[in-house]
């Protein structure tokens, strides 16, 4: 079907030359009709016009300057909370549930062509799943009209998925820019956590039909991106039936509700943020590094391993970047995950709530993940002391 497609960027970069080479791939599209319309989000600051200047001056760009939300919080908690407005912004903006958004930022530089195929092939690539007409269970149905694209999804830790970037419906986008997001990232978050930010806005549209994901929030503090202690987490947790239980029903979000590609090498550009910290301030930005998995996509690909659950999630961190590793748990046979076991475990997630039967196993999975941390932050202040 004809869809009209919206690109909406928020954001701004301070990286000399980056925004004219982010927005052209877009106003190529544009000019092409796969765009229908480019809206660019930003604030109204004066000390920013001389970043948003280059974008006044495209005429196939909706630049649209918004007073800066008046936030409160540490700094990762800010910058979630200026995305979610700014998204909510260019949302209202958007005319039609039906109409596409691609959502982005101006420190990313698309390939046209990766971008085009998405958004082309939408109604193919995203369309609604298939998967509970060939399961006894009943499974949740998804919250979302069509799946979501998202470059990247982790597999060991539910809902951490990339949320810079993605593509849907207006009608599913809405879900991720609500302030229940603002609110998990605000009442869930610690400085050894602020990775929150990634599962916040998935997350939300998913809490009310997977009420097993609840204290898998209550208890975020403990996932912990340090690679050592990753190391300590994965080997103490990798065997135990509830961690299997959070893989198998995040697997299934994924596998029903999201379309997961990264592409390869050099279709997608995200470089990373600048600030007092940043390394490559006085680098051209041509010559500065993707980030984080976008920089070694053939390695993060190769560790995927379909159709075996355990490689992927024995993996420090369990990098997805296309459909085949969750889709392989649910159409093809495992030599790790029988039928019979995969039912089983399909079965008492549906019906968490109702038959606690997996009460005493979550409690002692988190007490154990809970001792893993507070070591973890005694041994921190022992090395600080």
Same mark, same amino acid.
């Given at each position: ?163 810079? /970037? ?32 990634? /599962? ?36 103490? /947790? ?133 001792? /893993? ?13």
């Amino acid at each position: 079907m004809a869809r009209s497609a919206v690109a909406v960027v928020v954001g701004f970069t301070r990286r000399e030359g980056l925004l004219p080479k982010s927005f052209a791939p877009l106003r190529a599209l544009k000019a092409a009709g796969v765009l229908d319309r480019i809206l660019y989000v930003t604030w109204d600051k004066p000390d920013l016009d001389p970043w948003v200047v280059d974008a006044a001056a495209m005429r196939d760009v909706e630049l649209v300057r918004v007073p800066e939300p008046v936030v409160e919080g540490q700094s990762y908690q800010k910058k979630h909370f200026y995305q979610t407005h700014n998204i909510a912004e260019a949302l209202k903006l958007a005319d039609g549930d039906d109409t596409l958004i691609l959502k982005t930022r101006p420190d990313v530089i698309f390939d046209p062509n990766f971008i085009a195929g998405k958004i082309r092939a939408f109604d193919f690539l995203c369309a609604p799943s298939q998967l509970s007409k060939r399961f006894k269970q009943k499974m949740p149905r998804s919250p979302f009209a069509m799946k979501i694209w998202t470059p990247w999804a982790d597999s060991n830790q539910p809902f951490f998925f990339e949320d810079g /970037i993605f593509a849907g419906l207006k009608r599913d986008v809405v879900q991720l820019a609500t302030p229940k997001s603002d609110d998990i990232v605000r009442n869930f978050a610690d400085e050894h956590s602020a990775w929150i930010v990634h /599962i916040a806005r998935y997350i939300v549209p998913f809490l009310k039909d997977y009420p097993i994901f609840t204290n898998y929030l209550r208890n975020f503090r403990v996932y912990v991106q340090d690679m050592n202690y990753r190391r300590r987490q994965i080997a103490s /947790i990798f065997q135990d039936l509830f961690f299997w239980h959070l893989v198998i029903a995040n697997a299934w979000i994924l596998a029903d509700s999201f379309h997961v590609d990264c592409g390869y090498p050099g279709q997608i550009v995200f470089l990373p943020p600048e600030g007092a910290d940043d390394k490559y301030a006085d680098t051209p930005f041509e010559d500065v590094p993707s980030r984080m998995p976008y920089n070694s996509i053939v390695t993060w690909r190769a560790g995927q391993k379909p159709g075996s659950v355990t490689n992927s999630i024995a993996r420090l961190f369990g990098r997805l970047m296309d459909d085949s590793w969750q889709q392989a748990i649910f159409n093809a046979p495992l030599g790790d995950l029988t039928p019979e076991n995969l039912a089983g475990t399909l079965e008492r997630i549906a019906h968490y709530r109702s038959n606690g039967v997996l009460n005493e196993v979550e409690t002692a999975f988190y007490a154990k993940l809970d001792r /893993i941390y507070r070591e973890h932050l005694a041994s921190d202040a022992k090395s600080a002391a």
